[in-house]
């Protein structure tokens, strides 16, 4: 359980070349449920999630990301982490309550590697499927992949060491994994949980830039079946099945219709706060990145929206 004021990741808004291409995919592929909509723009939750949603598609020109949220403990929390960011530079947007449905007030800022990122404390329960009292173990009419969550994102820019500085002494994050090249760092897995990263960070020399959205499966067979129903349905597979070794996790990645990427995933590592943190050598990338056949994908490292 978190005893940080950051909670949790909460919301991540994709961009989308057409909406309803994309809700093909991501509601009757991966399996979320859609709970809302407004002027351009898609809301959708996973299964087992309890918030109104957590993936909002917006339909625009490119894709890519608009904005990543992260949901604080409380009104107070968010009070002391905006002091916390301005004194850090950040500049901030205050956002007011339902400009994204069932959402409250988000502080928006942006940090040094480019991105948009919003805290908020509020949001409605829309529920899920197994209920809160004597609740079942699973649902029966379930979409798709399964997804159980929206869990984490990995995001490319330039500023890594900026933005790992905002994430460890303002928002409070844990370095649970890092890439090194010597002494100088290029990938960064950061967790406000226990989970093995809730947010990563890439060095690369453009801002802002999205590579890829997750949601998590609970067995390796969930991520199996997920990669016969891409082959089904001739979802445009990237790599996978397969395992990381940074972090553990089975995986298989793969891209929506307008070419951002998704990733589904089972399993990983346990963060406690007393863990060392875990240093690949960028000699080993292949290995850290793909533990089975050791070799790297150059579009996985250079494709991004």
Not at 92 to 99: A, G, Q, T, Y
Not at 172 to 192: H, K, M, N, R, S
Not at 219 to 227: P, Q
Request: hydrophobic share 35%; net charge negative.
């Amino acid at each position: 359980m978190s005893q940080k004021d950051v909670l949790r990741p909460g919301h991540v808004c994709i961009r989308v070349l057409d909406l309803e291409e994309a809700l093909v995919h991501y509601r009757d592929r991966l399996g979320l449920i859609e709970t809302e909509r407004d002027e351009g723009r898609v809301y959708l939750k996973a299964w087992d999630e309890y918030d109104w949603f957590s993936i909002v598609l917006r339909e625009a020109d490119s894709a890519g990301l608009d904005f990543m949220g992260f949901k604080v403990r409380d009104k107070e929390a968010l009070d002391r982490l905006t002091k916390g960011l301005e004194e850090f530079g950040c500049d901030i947007e205050r956002i007011p309550d339902n400009e994204l449905k069932h959402c409250g007030e988000r502080v928006r800022f942006t940090i040094p590697t480019g991105h948009s990122i919003e805290l908020y404390a509020d949001k409605e329960y829309y529920g899920n499927s197994t209920g809160t009292r004597n609740p079942e173990a699973f649902i029966e009419d379930i979409k798709g992949m399964g997804a159980h969550r929206f869990d984490h994102c990995l995001l490319y820019g330039d500023d890594l060491d900026g933005t790992v500085k905002l994430f460890r002494e303002v928002l409070g994050f844990d370095l649970t994994e890092q890439v090194v090249d010597g002494d100088f760092q290029i990938g960064a897995f950061l967790t406000c949980s226990n989970k093995a990263h809730d947010v990563a960070f890439i060095r690369n020399p453009e801002k802002g830039k999205l590579h890829h959205v997750s949601f998590m499966l609970e067995t390796w067979d969930e991520v199996l079946r997920a990669g016969d129903l891409m082959s089904k349905h001739d979802i445009s597979l990237d790599i996978g099945p397969t395992r990381h070794g940074i972090t553990r996790g089975k995986t298989i990645y793969f891209f929506d219709p307008s070419g951002n990427r998704n990733e589904v995933f089972a399993g990983g590592t346990t963060w406690y706060p007393d863990h060392p943190v875990i240093t690949w050598d960028a000699a080993q990338l292949g290995k850290a990145i793909f533990y089975h056949d050791r070799q790297l994908n150059e579009r996985f490292l250079e494709v991004t929206t």
